[in-house]
């Protein structure tokens, strides 16, 4: 058990609607990181979070947005949902940042735009 | 450019048997850390193994080993004494030097059978 946890499990959002996607990190960890992970396909980057602020973003419109708190938890924010932002949304924290630091993954949230 | 390549899609073996995971990459950072993730059908990307690129002997975590050919850019990864609980979803990933997102390539499905 990696202690990062994710809520909620599952989701169903209308296209066009907006959604809060939430991850507690693991205790001592101080970076945070999304990926988006369509069916069939390996986890894509969205971006990074270190001590609250953004250091990091993959190719993604700015209608996905974060926020990372004092305590380290994280939320990942994706207004005017598209049918094609169905998807596994995992977030990943660390202690440090570095080569070959080891990225402990929640369970996901599983996203369904209808 | 894609930056990890997989070509497996998916994979048999029988339980008790060694397999090969097929994994190449690309970069000209001469400072990266590949990974490999398991992920079950519970979604949770859980670490395997990693292997620096300045890391002179190959990787080895119990019944994992990383086969890494500097040269030929691979790194495949060997699964041996299959299990019935190896069966999952296998992903090699990259970081970057200097970079702190993982890339990751399109995943290989492996089935153990009894």
């Known amino acids: 058990e990696t202690g990062v946890t994710q809520s909620p499990t599952h989701l169903i959002k209308t296209r066009g609607q907006q959604v809060t996607l939430r991850c507690s990190s693991q205790s001592g960890h101080n970076t945070v990181s999304w990926y988006q992970q369509a069916l069939g396909q390996g986890p894509q980057f969205i971006f990074q979070y270190y001590r609250e602020e953004e250091n990091g973003r993959g190719n993604f419109p700015p209608r996905f947005s974060g926020l990372q708190f004092p305590n380290y938890s994280s939320e990942l924010n994706v207004n005017a949902l598209e049918l094609d932002d169905s998807a596994l949304y995992l977030c990943?924290?660390?202690?440090?940042?570095?080569?070959?630091?080891?990225?402990?993954f929640g369970q996901g949230t599983r996203l369904t735009v209808v | 450019a894609q930056k990890i390549t997989q070509t497996q899609p998916g994979m048999f073996v029988q339980e008790k048997e060694a397999v090969t995971l097929d994994c190449t990459y690309d970069t000209s950072d001469p400072s990266y850390g590949l990974f490999w993730y398991k992920q079950p059908s519970s979604g949770e990307m859980i670490f395997l193994i990693y292997?620096?690129?300045?890391?002179?002997q190959n990787a080895t975590e119990g019944r994992y080993s990383l086969n890494f050919q500097k040269a030929r850019k691979s790194a495949n990864l060997v699964i041996s004494a299959s299990q019935l609980g190896d069966s999952a979803m296998y992903f090699c990933?990259?970081?970057?030097?200097?970079?702190?997102?993982?890339?990751f390539g399109a995943g290989t499905t492996v089935t153990v059978r009894a």
């Open positions: 292997q620096g690129s300045y890391d002179q």
């Open positions: 990943a924290s660390s202690r440090l940042r570095g080569l070959n630091t080891e990225a402990f």
């Open positions: 990933a990259m970081r970057e030097g200097g970079y702190y997102k993982l890339s």
